[in-house]
T-cell receptor, first 114, second 117 residues
Framework: GENVEQHPSTLSVQEGDSAVIKCTYS??????FPWYKQELGKRPQLIID?????GEKKDQRIAVTLNKTAKHFSLHITETQPEDSAVYFC?????????????FGQGTRLTINP | NAGVTQTPKFQVLKTGQSMTLQCAQD?????MYWYRQDPGMGLRLIYY???????DKGEVPNGYNVSRLNKREFSLRLESAAPSQTSVYFC????????????????FGDGTRLSIL
């Protein structure tokens, strides 16, 4: 089955600097890669996603890149702000029997230092 | 438009008790999912339902059962709760297009925090 590895597990950056979180996946059939942000005690919320036919996608300060050959994808946050502090999860997705099978990484706890 | 609604938000059980976690979505999504999240870990899929009338096991199904009551509702049952099932449980739903459109995001509920003593 699919396996997703996420690094680093914790990341601390100064406000205004950039943060990068990396994920690798094992199943080349995975074709959709969402990123979720989870604040303490809250639900995971989608912040950006990328499909396998696209190499890069950007939304304001957030960007995601995908390298299908190497089977890795990354989240880039620029000009970080205190409200970016949260746990971030990557996921790889297969469609099996009409349903999405999301496999999540272990999460990265991002702390933005003022 | 409430999205995905889970009840209850918190529950404490004794070992061996049973209970059902409820989930309902109002987005007309065809697929629904149950995950558990343990401290320091990502979400792990317990069961999923591709469409009304179908359910399948995910990564960690042991000790759980599910019912897709109708298109809106998907419940998770613990028949005999064990301390290892102490966790936060999330329900999610999504549209899965069978012809074009591909994957769409899963939308999550607020979670049920379950403690088993």
């Amino acid at each position: 089955g699919e396996n997703v590895e996420q690094h680093p597990s914790t990341l601390s950056v100064q406000e205004g600097d950039s943060a990068v979180i990396k994920c690798t996946y094992s199943d080349s059939a995975s074709n959709y890669f969402p990123w979720y942000k989870q604040e303490l005690g809250k639900r995971p919320q989608l912040i950006i996603d990328i499909r396998s036919n696209v190499g890069e996608k950007k939304d304001q300060r957030i960007a995601v890149t995908l390298n299908k050959t190497a089977k890795h994808f990354s989240l880039h946050i620029t000009e970080t702000q205190p409200e970016d502090s949260a746990v971030y999860f990557c996921a790889a997705t297969l469609i099996i029997q009409g349903a999405q099978k999301l496999v999540f990484g272990q999460g990265t706890r991002l702390t933005i230092n003022p | 438009n409430a999205g995905v609604t889970q009840t209850p938000k918190f529950q404490v059980l004794k070992t061996g008790q049973s209970m059902t976690l409820q989930c309902a979505q109002d987005m007309n999504h065809n697929s629904m999912y149950w995950y558990r999240q343990d401290p320091g870990m990502g979400l792990r899929l317990i069961y999923y339902s591709a469409s009304e009338g179908t359910t399948d096991k995910g990564e960690v199904p042991n000790g759980y059962n599910v019912s897709r009551l109708n298109k809106r509702e998907f419940s998770l049952r613990l028949e005999s709760a064990a301390p290892s099932q102490t966790s936060v449980y999330f329900c999610a739903s999504s549209v899965v297009a069978t012809h074009g459109g591909g994957n769409q995001p899963q939308h999550f509920g607020d979670g049920t925090r379950l403690s088993i003593l």
